[in-house]
């Protein structure tokens, strides 16, 4: 689980704001793994944040780059670096681009992965076929690649991708955990019932 990802407008919360929502998503999510999104174009409020994360127990943060200034990737890696040694925890980069202004290129995820503990990249945006190059990567470098194409599920997962993380899961949770379970088993073309039987007859007409 992503916590103060972008569908959350995370960078319109205070800092003491954000650890609040932090310290409740992790009592109501436990005993699931809450990964914090930390991202602060101040490395100092970043590294509070994920300090906090730490505290609560959280297994990992998420960086994006910083937004609204220009930067390099060399100044991307230097944040990303500074932030994962200030925290402690390990670091799930976070590429949206349209969102950030800001694309993580391949050299500098390779250059961060060898140097701090990268568990993981989420792959989010427009650039689908970005997928192909950083799922080979990351079996190179030891992280997983994360998806953010939650509506391209079955592509996602036959390139290799460990997992998806997206906004439709937090409107149709049921849904996108069948899609997934599905997906893996690789029977995309011999779908289940929707919606299952056990859930209220009221949620079929919101699902299209």
């Known amino acids: 689980m992503l916590a103060l990802g972008s569908t959350g407008e995370f960078p319109h919360f205070t800092i003491d704001e954000r650890k609040h929502a932090l310290a409740t998503i992790a009592e109501l999510a436990a005993p699931l793994p809450v990964i914090a ?3 602060d174009i101040r490395p100092r409020a970043a590294i509070e944040i994920g300090r906090c994360a730490k505290s609560l127990g959280l297994p990992a943060i998420a960086l994006m780059p910083p937004s609204f200034f220009p930067v390099s990737q060399a100044d991307m890696l230097a944040y990303f670096l500074h ?3 200030g925290v402690g925890l390990p670091v799930m ?3 949206f681009p349209e969102l950030t ?4 290129d ?3 995820i390779a250059a961060f992965a060898d140097r701090a503990p990268m568990c993981a990249i989420k792959q989010s ?3 689908f076929a970005y997928h192909r190059e950083l799922i080979p990567l990351g079996r190179e470098k030891n992280f997983a690649v994360m998806s953010g194409s939650d509506t391209r599920l079955p592509e996602v997962f036959k390139l290799g991708a460990a997992g998806c993380i997206g906004g439709l899961v937090n409107i149709v949770p049921e849904l996108m955990v069948l899609i997934e379970r599905v997906c893996r088993q690789g029977a995309a073309r ?3 019932r929707w919606p299952p039987r056990s859930c209220p007859s009221s949620g079929a007409s919101s699902i299209n």
């Open 37 to 39: 999104n930390v991202t």
């Open 190 to 192: 011999r779908f289940p």
């Open 83 to 85: 932030v994962a040694e």
């Open 93 to 95: 980069l976070y590429n």
């Open 106 to 108: 391949l050299p500098t």
């Open 125 to 127: 945006g427009g650039e």
């Open 101 to 104: 202004g800001k694309r993580i």
